[in-house]
């Protein structure tokens, strides 16, 4: 089945980076975007932006503009989201989703979302 | 920015009533609306997309209905399980692809 597996809570000072991993199975990593999208303590979902895993093409939401970096390694089937100079309200829970189609925009199925907590 | 307004914020309903949420948009979106469910400590889970379509092993009594700026997701019948929160989603317009911020459909 379709499953994505994203990596481990992270706790990170003001001003680190983190990278999220998430890795793909059970289709063929290249023909479906990968979005990222984040989620504040008791908060709503908030999108980040894409990756495109077939060219590496991105385009990310001006948020989070010169902060986000998103890569993606076809040889493991694995997308990355980067995000640098964090700060305390950059405390979320991170989920990665593959487009429901290509390039549909809907987001089936996430990952099972990584936390990483923003604190000195 | 398409802004998503959801209504109400919580609902209070019994298992085997009938819940219905609206979610409105700051413009037309057409049909480019999801609904997706979260539960606690979870991802969320995509129930409807393109307005009214069920998504791969949803059951029946999720439906999506409107078109423009005006959305509904009704549930014919509340099971235990459906007790959750519920957000919509527009991808008409992107960046960025924007998010209502969520129903909470509570147990009276």
């Known amino acids: 089945q379709v499953q994505l597996v994203q990596s481990g809570a992270e706790v990170k000072k003001p001003g680190a980076s983190v990278k999220v991993s998430c890795k793909a199975s059970g289709y063929t990593f290249t023909d479906y975007y990968i979005h990222w999208v984040r989620q504040a303590p008791g908060q709503g979902l908030e999108w980040m932006g894409w990756?495109?895993?077939?060219?590496?093409?991105?385009n990310y939401a001006q948020n989070f503009q010169g902060r986000v970096t998103m890569t993606r390694d076809p040889s493991i089937s694995t997308a990355y989201m980067e995000l640098s100079r964090l700060r305390s309200d950059d405390t979320a829970v991170y989920y990665c989703a593959r487009d429901l189609l290509t390039r549909s925009f809907w987001f089936d199925p996430w990952g099972q979302g990584t936390l990483v907590t923003v604190s000195s | 920015e398409i802004v998503l307004t959801q209504s109400p914020a919580t609902l209070s309903l019994s298992p085997g009533e009938r819940a219905t949420l609206s979610c409105r948009a700051s413009?037309?979106?057409?049909?480019?609306l999801a609904w997706y469910q979260q539960k606690p400590g979870q991802a969320p889970r995509l129930l409807i997309y393109?307005?009214?379509n069920r998504a791969t092993g949803i059951p029946a009594r999720f439906s999506g209905g409107g078109s423009g700026t005006d959305f509904t997701l009704t549930i014919s019948s509340l099971e235990p399980e459906d007790f959750a929160v519920y957000y919509c989603q527009q991808r008409s317009i992107w960046p960025p692809v924007t998010f209502g911020g969520g129903t909470k459909v509570e147990i009276k």
């Open positions: 413009q037309s979106v057409s049909s480019s």
């Open positions: 393109d307005a009214s």
């Open positions: 990756s495109n895993p077939n060219n590496g093409d991105t």
